[in-house]
């Protein structure tokens, strides 16, 4: 069915169907691919009510995108229609330092955020990879994360209230400005982590938190992975809760050396990032309380001496997974068994099994990532015209995702399901994922948002 009239009437040329526009919206940083019918840009909650509807109306498929970083084809229109590009709705509508919130349109950028926040002394914590370009909505969709969520949670821990267009069109809020609330169900949370499958965020009231006042960085190299995670179990019940825990293994600090040789790292073995943040004193005690916990360990251990030296390892950290070419320029990272976590205890025997999975099909790996909150982030990395590499890499990558469902953990930390990961859902939920299920159609009775997503 053409709804190209109806869409001009909505959004006047702010939509698209020219072959050529379409395909940049038929993926994004995964191996997922769905081209859509139409591209939609609409820059108010009226417009995106009104284009739902519509597809409601017609049973089209709604795909809501913002900044199209996702690695798991979560914004990818897999049964094409509708693809909502929502980054132009990116608007800093309320900045209330009183109640500790602001509130937000889906397209504004993460790092655009906490630099309006920053002359404030506050910051929106949550802290993906992708900071630099990944959009709050975005955010919202998979409850991102990323390095300091060991100390400061994740999205969801951040979001007061959403304004959300479900299936039929209508126009809800989820929450208010309250701190709590024993009123009934926690829509907010529902909607936070479904990738766009029960409704569209359109407005997002978040909290922000002060910044702290200094922060230390100990740099720690360990005999091999496994020592490495017993290490960090082991900082932990010493009661020391770092802000970041970063663990970088051999391979990493490879990539890293030819990235920025400057970069002071260690010149071997496994590494951990301790960040430690608060008051200039209490943050310094509790580097000092890192470094003598981590000392009968590791094989080397030591203070960042300046802040420069900080920013610099934290910046090339944020690349890691994208400088592994530095390694191999014949080879590229594949984005799947990217992002498995499991309980604090098993991420030894995680960074152990994982190894051997990579030894069994014979493919590199670089194992990096958020180790401090069980999130280990593995970077595999082929040859791309090599058939068999590929067919080595989907085995290797089903059986990471597997090993991590048997170890009582999760097959995505941060990155989301998407219609990378949706044929492990029921392997990880058992009979509460036909909850899931139930919960959709009640929703979104006629399957419209965001179809083929979360194994639903």
């Known amino acids: 069915m053409d709804i ?94 009183d109640n500790l919130q602001v509130v937000v349109e889906p397209g504004v950028i993460q790092d655009t955020l906490n630099d309006v926040l920053k002359p404030h002394g506050f910051f929106f914590p949550p802290n993906p990879g992708s900071s630099a370009m990944c959009t709050i909505g975005g955010m919202i969709a998979y409850n991102a994360s990323g390095m300091r969520c060991v100390k400061y949670g994740t999205t969801r821990n951040y979001v007061r209230d959403l304004e959300v267009v479900l299936a039929d069109g209508s126009v809800i809020h989820t929450g208010s400005k309250m701190l709590k609330s024993a009123a009934g169900y926690d829509l907010t949370q529902l909607m936070i982590g479904s990738e766009g499958t029960l409704g569209i965020v359109t407005k997002a009231g978040l909290k922000i938190a002060p910044l702290p006042k200094a922060r230390k960085l100990v740099i720690a190299a360990f005999g091999n992975a496994e020592l490495a995670g ?61 470094m003598e916990v981590c000392s009968p360990l590791a094989l080397t251990i030591k203070l960042a001496e300046s802040e420069k030296e900080m920013a610099d390892i934290w910046a090339a950290r944020k690349l890691v997974g994208a400088a592994v070419s530095r390694l191999d320029p014949t080879k590229s990272r594949i984005y799947v068994g990217e992002d498995v976590g499991v309980p604090m205890k098993r991420i030894p025997e995680l960074l152990r099994r994982v190894q051997e999975i990579s030894e069994e099909f014979d493919l590199p790996a670089m194992k990096y990532g958020h180790i401090g909150d069980g999130n280990l982030h593995l970077a595999l990395f082929i040859d791309v015209l090599n058939q068999d590499e590929w067919d080595r890499l989907k085995k290797a990558a089903d059986k990471v995702h597997r090993t991590a469902i048997e170890l009582g953990g999760t097959v995505s930390s941060e990155h989301g399901v998407g219609a990378a990961r949706g044929m492990y859902m029921e392997a990880q939920w058992g009979p509460a994922f036909e909850v899931m299920r139930t919960i959709k159609k009640a929703l979104d009775p006629k399957g419209i948002l965001n179809p083929g997503k979360l194994g639903l």
């Open 4 to 97: 190209t009239e109806e869409l001009r009437e909505i959004v006047g040329e702010r939509f698209s169907v020219s072959s050529s526009e379409l395909y940049c919206y038929s993926s994004d940083a995964s191996q997922v691919k769905g081209m859509p019918d139409y591209v939609v840009r609409p820059e108010s909650t009226e417009e995106v009510s009104r284009i739902v509807k519509l597809a409601f109306e017609h049973e089209i498929p709604v795909t809501a995108r913002g900044a199209g970083t996702g690695l798991a084809g979560g914004a990818v229109p897999v049964q094409g229609g509708i693809v909502l590009d929502l980054s132009g709705m990116n608007r800093l509508l309320e900045i209330d330092l």
């Open 230 to 290: 017993k290490a960090v179990i082991k900082i932990f019940s010493n009661g020391v809760v770092p802000s970041a825990c970063e663990i970088l293994d051999r391979v990493s600090l490879q990539v890293l050396k030819r990235y920025d040789p400057n970069l002071v790292l260690p010149a071997e073995g496994d590494v951990i990032l301790f960040e430690v943040d608060g008051t200039e004193t209490s943050a310094h005690e509790a580097a000092e309380q890192v």
